[in-house]
């Protein structure tokens, strides 16, 4: 499977093996659920996914570690969410060097 689309259901919570066996997996678009968080371990199979759709969410944070699992990203909306601030350490362990559009609007980060 390829593309996975999960939007605009009522999902609040995805266990971290629930994409396990999804390593042909490119696109993953939950947006228009009641995710408050997302477990780092969520996409550790998913080494093929470009484009990480989770916009319109709750989510309020996103660890330093998200990226790790995704050495081809391209991609991420987080959008709409209520993220107030991302680590400082977002990415950094991780080789985004595909990475082309991360889009953060219309959430409550501030500038510290």
């Not at 009522?10 to 994409?19: E, M, Q």
């Not at 996914?49 to 998200?66: P, Q, T």
Request: charged share 25%.
């Amino acid at each position: 499977m390829s593309k996975l689309n999960l939007s605009e259901n009522k999902i609040s919570t995805i266990g971290a093996g629930a994409l396990g066996s999804c390593n042909e997996l490119k696109n993953f678009d939950a947006k228009k659920n009641q995710l408050s968080s997302i477990d780092s371990e969520l996409f550790s199979n998913c080494e093929k996914l470009s484009h990480l759709m989770l916009g319109e969410n709750e989510l309020r944070a996103i660890s330093g570690d998200f990226l790790n699992s995704l050495p081809k990203i391209k991609t991420i909306d987080l959008s709409f969410n209520k993220i107030e601030a991302i680590a400082e350490n977002f990415g950094s362990s991780s080789p985004v060097r595909h990475l082309s559009d991360m889009m953060v609007w219309k959430n409550g980060i501030l500038d510290t």
